[in-house]
């Protein structure tokens, strides 16, 4: 099965986003925060409408989707069916998809080059629409991975402001596989901070509770509440 094709599953999808929820809330105690300072970012990219449907009528309305063409393709018949979805874009954005990406998603967490910063500065001004925008960091510096190297991360940030005009709500990062999230999480939130960003969109199914615990402001949540791909 490829990433590439949308899948439907059979198993309960409440029951994933309940258990869900009470940990985002378990780590929140523990973190001495508000639960209202996590938004749950829903990930549903390759889930087809029919296992959104009931993710959806459990009270979940914010979602993430890691492709510009397969989000266009499922979302616009499922936001005029349910209102007050909002949508991000959680996957590399390439320049040439820039004026879609503005028009269809509320967030776009991986800001990472010059180019997407110029394609997206152009489609705000045309299409009057402002998604919230995330700098990528790529914390390990991997090869294979997108994002701003953290040397390069003040300098990146503010050409995105002083340059493209554009606002940065906050940073995300996706640390390595084979290393402890943890340092990565502090990382990006020291980065932030100098920075006055309020925002940052690290953890996903396996360490989002690290993640709230180092500030996280959104968790990407996929295989935890859609099972697995």
Known sequence: MTRENPVSITTHLPTGLAAVEQEIARAC??????????????????????????????????????????????????????????????????????????????????????????ALAKEIVSQKRRPQLFVQLNTGEEPQKAGVAPAEADGFIARCREKYGLTISGLMCIPPVDEAPAPHFALTAKIAARNGLANLSMGMSADFAIAIAFGATHVRVGSAIFGTR
């Open 29 to 118: 105690r523990e973190a001495r925060r508000d639960r209202a300072s996590v938004t749950l970012v829903a990930v549903s990219k390759t889930f087809d409408a029919d296992a959104i449907v009931p993710v959806i009528g459990a009270g979940q309305r914010v979602f993430g989707e890691n492709r510009v063409q397969e989000a266009k393709a499922k979302w616009p018949g499922l936001m005029s069916a349910y209102p007050g979805i909002a949508l991000h874009l959680i996957g590399p954005l390439q320049s040439n998809k820039a004026k879609e990406a503005v028009a269809l998603f509320d967030a776009i967490h991986s800001v990472d080059r010059p180019s997407i910063c110029e």
